[in-house]
Nanobody, 125 residues
Framework: QVQLVESGGGLVQAGGSLRLSCAAS??????MGWFRQAPGKEREFVTA????????YYADSVKGRFTISRDNAKNTVYLQMNSLKPEDTAVYYC????????????????????WGQGTQVTVSS
């Protein structure tokens, strides 16, 4: 069982930045992803990073503004969010996927095995 704990959410003005963290329990490495869910909307993919090698994948809506990274020694994944927009307002969820292939990234919700509790990000205009 893997436990994921997100932190770093908050209120920021449009154009500002936030960095989210996701700390994972256990020693097994997983491919990781970030999703978000705005009120009244489906949970959507934001970005993902492979178990190792450092392959990444981004939704078009955040490409060029968000950066995912990981520190495997600390079992932590980060989401650096720059140039934030009001439409980025959502609860952000960290997720972990068992991955046999080291460089594989996952973008679909049903590919992930574990989820965090979420952290609220609010961007004011």
């Amino acid at each position: 069982q893997v436990q994921l704990v997100e932190s770093g959410g908050g209120l920021v003005q449009a154009g500002g930045s936030l960095r989210l963290s996701c700390a994972a329990s256990g020693r097994t490495l997983y491919a990781m992803g970030w999703f978000r869910q705005a009120p009244g909307k489906e949970r959507e993919f934001v970005t993902a990073i492979s178990r190792s090698i450092g392959n990444t994948y981004y939704a078009d809506s955040v490409k060029g503004r968000f950066t995912i990274s990981r520190d495997n020694a600390k079992n932590t994944v980060y989401l650096q969010m720059n140039s934030l927009k009001p439409e980025d307002t959502a609860v952000y969820y960290c997720a972990a996927a068992r991955a046999i292939i080291a460089g594989k990234v996952f973008s679909r919700r049903n590919e992930y095995d574990y989820w965090g509790q979420g952290t609220q990000v609010t961007v004011s205009s």
